[in-house]
């Protein structure tokens, strides 16, 4: 920026000859450079460390140097903003307390003055006194002194009308000097405006007035570009613009579906063909606006592996930031990692709301089913162009749409070949989305299966892709996100069908039993992505996800132990309920079939099996004529099995760490069990004292088990 | 289409630009746009605070929550809001106005008294307004819908009874800003005012197209001066 030469310029001018003269005799042996050039070239640089002798010392001297530089540079950086505050706050008191006795004349004139003053005194520092620090502290303050001149001129005449076009005067002239100073800065008081001025524009603090601010896509993208493009390249700029661009994104998804919902809202005061519209059109409404979310997911998590990509071939050296190019290239990976994080949220919140009814009467039985239920509608896409009144209002977003798909069919295009990662879940996700526009969404088992096919596809082909070996590019972030959704997936599918079941009372046997065919479709996936990996069989994903579902199936178990009520039928349940059971052991068994042609039948696979049968035959058979005690002993001998089959599991698998989580379950279980039943037998006084010695008795033989189970499993360790 | 050297190729381009460019020259020239930004500010204003044409606004008085370190006071005009009938009277050519729409004001003198202006009309068309001869002698100020019920052509619903139309006239309105709302103040001697407003008139200066400017508030008749 400034004539000057920098302690860091001759610092890397002396770094650049070093690593010259030892890359020269390299050059001549790869037939690259005759000798005759190669010391022409060497000759060269040390004439001109012999001019300068800043540059012909050793590299140590050259970075004690260096590290003087840049803590002188630093101090007087603090100095000067501290002195640019100083100033700003006695020019504003001073304002303050003399401002009643001026006239508006006199205002003026002393605006003007202060502010050719700091300009001056800026451009005097930057480009004649060879001031640069006071120079930047002084453009800053001018920046500053722009936004102020412009409040205190709206003060002077009053001016309440379009405040936000002053704030957008203010940044563009902000950005302007930023940008031909290269002050990063001033882009950071560019970017703090930018979101002042699009709140006030948008009326954010106002749902019902929100308005698209269209102009605030360019800024973004010129707000991102000149952070990039900054010598010293910020990541938390480039975070900024991601989040600029996340709220340009949806202020126009927002800004172009209210109208069409306040016209759904109007559509209620009609009739009751009024209210099925209404209905009709704010679910088309609500799925159309999920469609685009998972698709800008898409469009995220694409960039941020583009970004990571264009991260790692800008890098020079393999760890460290050596060099400027390498402090440049570090700088993505912030920005890209929050753009693969963002992404995945985004597809995956939504694909996991879509397996849940749109009501909570799912089981309430054939006579309550047509109660508050929405009408059956066809797809979204048929019924809005069935309407005509509806797709005015609906078209923009539905183009939306469509500006997104491709957009991330042209990212999947540009990838495929350059990037190592695979396409296959960002497109299952594309086509997935798309496939939601029209399903015929309204009738609950048709939006239900589809959520759950979904699901598992999206979940088994990332689970691959995860695993795969050579897709180093998505790294651990994406490994840790996976097995976060899984195990999120997991508890809320658990606890959510739990608390179902607890409410609808004598369906807590039927939900109970779908989690853990759900739970089991879940393992299976994770083994046969395994399978198609045997390379990462230990792989932690898979460890983790199968911990996931151990735990849950657990508790489901244990919880289902306690039925207090007698259960219905699940016969007489909705035909929903008998779908979606059906397409769970239909997906096991095809699951099923794959692993065993795989690796044959293993023990965690007979347990799972086990498992889902036992809970398929309490679908089946459960019903008013069993008593609730029926379902206790029924759910506490096969909790028994599962923890007996995963002792027995761990010393096959020499798992420390599974034996002594298997016995702590059975403790749990045998200690809950014997407290449920036992108290209604014996007196509070001589139960604690019959428990305390049968503990006493039940712990010796346990830890004597334990101790024999940890030194098989360690004597398995060494034999290995 | 190669994404990564579109983005770099983008960035080389700025980069140009940056180096390319004189930047002293530039730095000058941003300067004196600077100062050109901020005389045209004062040049507008100056302008239509020198026009002849002045209408006197009654104001109203508004909660005091609005007041900003109390050095401004928000400003409320009898025809800031326009509710049910009132609509229907002043919407002579029975025109539906949505948020964010302008629309100018006829504005009046009540004949024969030295009382503020009122309002006579509204129309988003200032040239049909001006046309019309019922409103020759009015002045037209320009205002932006901030809140609009919107649907006003249908007029009022004759089929109802008074009591019920009442009842629905309360969800047709019209809230109108014309940039006239703040008045600034030096510190402390917002609340005041703020008090007072239910006395206070506004004289405005207006521009050949309708926009305003504040020139000076009046308490009880009585022009108030801070310095």
Request: charged residues 15%; glycine residues 8%; contains cysteine.
């Amino acid at each position: 920026m400034f004539s000057r030469k920098t302690s860091s310029e001759n610092f890397r001018q002396s770094v650049f000859i070093e690593r010259m003269a030892s890359e020269l005799p390299r050059l001549v042996g790869l037939g690259m450079l005759e000798q005759s050039q190669a010391d022409r070239i060497a000759a060269f640089y040390e004439r001109e460390a012999a001019e300068n002798p800043e540059l012909s010392g050793n590299s140590e001297q050259s970075a004690q140097a260096e590290n003087r530089a840049a803590l002188q540079d630093r101090l007087l950086a603090i100095v000067i903003c501290v002195a640019v505050l100083l100033i700003g706050l006695g020019v504003i008191l001073f304002y303050s307390a003399i401002w009643k006795s001026m006239s508006p004349t006199v205002k003026l004139v002393q605006i003007f003055a202060w502010l050719s003053a700091v300009f001056a005194g800026a451009y005097g520092c930057l480009f004649h006194w060879r001031l640069p620090l006071t120079g930047r502290g002084l453009s800053l303050l001018g920046m500053l002194g722009f936004g102020a001149a412009i409040g205190l001129i709206s003060q002077i005449y009053h001016i309440s009308s379009e405040p936000a076009t002053g704030v957008l005067v203010w940044m563009l002239g902000v950005f302007a000097l930023s940008f031909v100073l290269r002050e990063k800065a001033g882009y950071f008081l560019a970017a703090a405006l930018l979101y002042l001025w699009n709140s006030w524009v948008t009326n954010w603090d106002d749902p019902e007035q929100l308005n698209a601010n269209y102009a605030l896509i360019p800024l973004t993208v010129l707000l991102g570009a000149l952070f990039y493009t900054h010598e010293r390249r910020s990541p938390t700029g480039l975070c900024i613009a991601i989040g600029f661009g996340l709220m340009a994104a949806y202020q126009v998804s927002v800004a172009w579906l209210l109208p069409f919902m306040q016209r759904a809202g109007e559509f209620y005061r009609v009739d009751e063909a009024g209210v099925a519209a209404a209905e009709q059109a704010l679910l088309a409404a609500a799925v159309v606006f999920t469609v685009n979310v998972v698709l800008i997911g898409v469009i995220l998590r694409g960039l941020g592996l583009i970004g990571m990509r264009l991260a790692n071939r800008s890098q020079t050296t393999p760890e460290a930031s050596e060099t400027p190019a390498d402090s440049q290239a570090l700088a993505l990976r912030v920005p890209a990692g929050l753009l693969r994080l963002l992404g995945w949220l985004h597809v995956l919140l939504p694909l996991s709301l879509i397996t849940w009814p749109l009501d909570f009467s799912l089981l309430g039985g054939p006579d309550t089913a047509g109660a508050g239920s929405p009408a059956l509608y066809p797809g979204v896409l048929p019924a809005i162009f069935a309407s005509p009144a509806a797709l005015p209002d609906i078209g923009w977003l539905l183009a939306l749409t469509a500006l997104w798909l491709a957009i991330g069919v042209a990212l999947l295009i540009y990838a495929r070949g350059k990037l190592t990662f695979p396409l296959q879940p960002a497109a299952t996700v594309i086509v997935g989305a798309l496939l939601l526009l029209v399903w015929p969404l309204g009738i609950d088992a048709a939006q239900l299966s589809a959520g759950y096919v979904l699901l598992f596809l999206v979940l088994g082909i990332w689970l691959v892709a995860v695993l795969r070996r050579g897709s180093q590019e998505l790294g651990r972030l994406e490994r840790g996100l996976f097995v976060g959704f899984v195990l999120l997936t997991l508890f809320s599918k658990a606890f959510g069908l739990l608390f179902m079941g607890i409410e609808s009372d004598q369906f807590l046997v039927a939900y109970g039993a779908g989690f853990l065919l759900f739970a089991n479709v879940i393992y299976l996936i994770v083994r046969y992505a395994g399978a198609l990996n045997p390379a990462t069989a230990g792989s932690h994903v898979i460890w983790l996800c199968d911990a996931g579902v151990a735990f849950t199936v657990y508790w489901m178990l244990y919880a289902l132990g306690f039925v207090p009520d007698q259960q219905s039928s699940i016969w007489g349940a909705r035909p929903i309920v008998l779908t979606l059971i059906a397409l769970l052991i239909a997906t096991a068994l095809v699951l099923y079939a794959l692993l065993i042609r795989r690796g044959g039948l293993t023990l965690p696979l007979g347990l799972s099996a086990l498992v889902s049968g036992t809970a398929i035959l309490a679908l089946v058979a459960g019903g008013p004529w069993l008593p609730p005690a029926a379902y206790v002993v029924f759910f506490s001998l096969l909790l028994l099995i599962f923890v007996g089959a995963m002792l027995v599991y761990s010393i096959r698998i020499a798992s420390v760490a599974l034996a002594n989580t298997a016995i702590a379950g059975l403790v749990l279980l045998i200690l809950t069990r014997y407290f449920d039943l036992a108290w209604d037998l014996l007196s509070g006084s001589a139960l604690f004292i019959v428990t305390g010695l049968l503990l006493l008795v039940g712990g010796y033989f346990l830890e004597r088990q334990r101790r024999r189970l940890v030194d098989t499993i360690e004597s398995q360790e060494a034999g290995q | 289409m190669n994404f990564i050297n579109a983005m770099q190729q983008t960035g080389n381009f700025l980069k140009r630009l940056q180096s390319g460019t004189p930047q002293r020259a530039l730095f000058v020239g941003i300067v004196l746009t600077i100062f050109a930004v901020l005389g045209a500010m004062i040049y507008e204003r100056e302008q239509i605070l020198a026009s002849p044409t002045r209408v006197m606004l009654e104001c109203e008085p508004v909660d005091p929550r609005s007041i900003l370190s109390g050095d401004y006071v928000i400003l409320s005009y009898k025809i800031s809001e326009f509710v049910g009938e009132e609509i229907d009277r002043l919407n002579v050519f029975n025109e539906d106005v949505r948020t964010d729409e302008w629309i100018y004001v006829a504005l009046r003198e009540q004949p024969g008294t030295k009382k503020p202006h009122t309002a006579a009309a509204f129309s988003k068309d200032p040239d049909r307004l001006r046309a019309d001869e019922r409103f020759a002698d009015a002045i037209l100020i320009r205002g932006k819908a901030v809140n609009s019920s919107g649907v006003f052509s249908d007029g009022p619903d004759l089929t109802l009874s008074a009591p019920e139309r009442a009842e629905v006239d309360a969800y047709r309105y019209l809230e109108l800003e014309y940039g006239l709302e703040s008045y600034f103040v030096p510190q402390r001697e917002g609340l005041w005012i703020e008090r007072e407003l239910a006395k206070a008139t506004v004289s405005v200066a207006v521009g050949p197209e309708g926009q305003t400017a504040v020139r000076d508030l009046f308490l009880d008749g009585e022009k108030v001066v801070f310095y």
